[in-house]
């Protein structure tokens, strides 16, 4: 399984995604990729916010060996599953999608995950305070969980057929 987050910059949401969902395949013992990028490049080579480093860090996770890209038309052919944080990078993620033949990746609102079919965004808090970030990571955490035992679920019934 190959599964890739996409927010804005790359530097808040997708990050905190990234990290937290690493952290649970490892502990998992699977064998899945898990990376993040963003829809604009601004950030491109930076390291996460470092309210996001310091709210990951606070639950054991280090994501400061991430730096920020911009997704990629190749990402579309290359993960199974491209997870967006708001509908704003949904709709840019269909744009990219749009401009190939054929795509391989699955593409959601990863809060669909915890909350099916509300299309709930995950909100951005790089304007705000680290009680924002926290939210975030609430949040992403209760995703992430959903989306391994999903995935796991489904491989288990793969493996049995």
């Known amino acids: 399984m190959r599964i890739l987050m996409v927010c804005l910059g790359n530097i808040c949401r997708s990050p905190l995604a990234e990290g937290i969902l690493k952290d649970k395949v490892k502990k998992a013992g699977l064998e899945w990729e898990v990376d993040s990028a963003g829809i604009g490049d601004w950030h491109a080579g930076e390291l996460p916010d470092q309210r996001s480093i310091a709210i990951a860090r606070r639950f054991g996770i280090d994501i400061t060996d991430q730096r920020a890209r911009q997704i990629r038309k190749e990402d579309l052919l290359d993960f199974d599953l491209i997870l967006a944080m708001d509908d704003s990078n949904l709709r840019q993620v269909h744009l ?14 990863i809060m669909n995950y915890s909350e099916p079919g509300k299309n709930r965004a995950v909100p951005d808090p790089y304007y705000g305070g680290i009680d924002g970030f926290e ?5 992403l955490d209760e995703a992430t969980d959903r989306i391994l035992e999903r995935h796991q679920q489904s491989e288990k019934r793969i493996a049995n057929s």
């Open 135 to 139: 939210k975030v990571f609430y949040m």
């Open 96 to 109: 990219l999608a749009k401009q190939l033949s054929q795509t391989k990746a699955q593409v959601d609102m």
